[in-house]
T-cell receptor
Framework: GAGVSQSPRYKVAKRGQDVALRCDPISGHVSLFWYQQALGQGPEFLTYFQNEAQLDKSGLPSDRFFAERPEGSVSTLKIQRTQQEDSAVYLC????????????FGSGTRLTVV | QQQVKQSPQSLIVQKGGISIINCAYENTAFDYFPWYQQFPGKGPALLIAIRPDVSEKKEGRFTISFNKSAKQFSLHIMDSQPGDSATYFCAASRGGTSYGKLTFGQGTILTVHP
């Protein structure tokens, strides 16, 4: 497609439930990023993939967060045993190679943990 | 650690006026400074970006001014329009062999009154 597609757009999870968020990057984009955006804040880096390799996961807040990109295209961010503090918008972005190539962000998945 | 500080948090401008948003950074390894525009329910979209080898870059009504010695950069929106009402984020990333993880400011909510 022409842009980065994320699904679902909205997710309500009960505390303790596992969730999976999907990102379809722009075709051919090597780099894929996940960011977390809390209400009223700027996006914060979670993790980075170069093709299928996860090269940086330093921003993942806990071991309940897990991301994968097995075939170097679609990526999934999984959150296990969700907590209220996980409520945020999760943004996926892709770029041809580096940030200076220009990131394209998806519209995000708004996760609400109740 | 807040590596990119953005001000003001919110800004109200009359149509036709100039909107100015400021950012300061700490990490001297940063060498790519983009500005993003975000509308409600959408992901951030790249507006304009600058590298530290130039002091100013202009694209249409949008200008970035960069002061390397002060570690500051700013976005100027000339002839502000109601359609410019959005949240603006400055960001920074490292160059060299880095893949370009972005560090964002906290955001500025711009309202342009007709």
């Amino acid at each position: 497609g022409a842009g980065v597609s994320q699904s679902p757009r909205y997710k309500v999870a009960k505390r303790g439930q596992d969730v999976a968020l999907r990102c379809d990057p722009i075709s051919g984009h090597v780099s894929l990023f996940w960011y977390q955006q809390a209400l009223g804040q700027g996006p914060e880096f979670l993790t980075y993939f170069q093709n299928e390799a996860q090269l940086d996961k330093s921003g993942l807040p806990s071991d309940r967060f897990f991301a994968e990109r097995p075939e170097g295209s679609v990526s999934t961010l999984k959150i296990q045993r969700t907590q209220q503090e996980d409520s945020a918008v999760y943004l996926c972005a892709s770029s041809l190679n580096r940030a200076s190539d220009g990131y394209t962000f998806g519209s995000g998945t708004r996760l609400t943990v109740v | 650690q807040q590596q990119v500080k953005q001000s003001p948090q919110s800004l109200i401008v009359q149509k036709g006026g100039i909107s100015i948003i400021n950012c300061a950074y700490e990490n001297t390894a940063f060498d790519y400074f983009p500005w993003y525009q975000q509308f409600p329910g959408k992901g951030p979209a790249l507006l304009i970006a600058i590298r530290p080898d130039v002091s100013e870059k202009k694209e249409g009504r949008f200008t970035i001014s960069f002061n390397k010695s002060a570690k500051q950069f700013s976005l100027h929106i000339m002839d502000s329009q109601p359609g410019d009402s959005a949240t603006y984020f400055c960001a920074a990333s490292r160059g060299g062999t880095s893949y370009g993880k972005l560090t964002f400011g906290q955001g500025t909510i711009l309202t342009v009154h007709p």
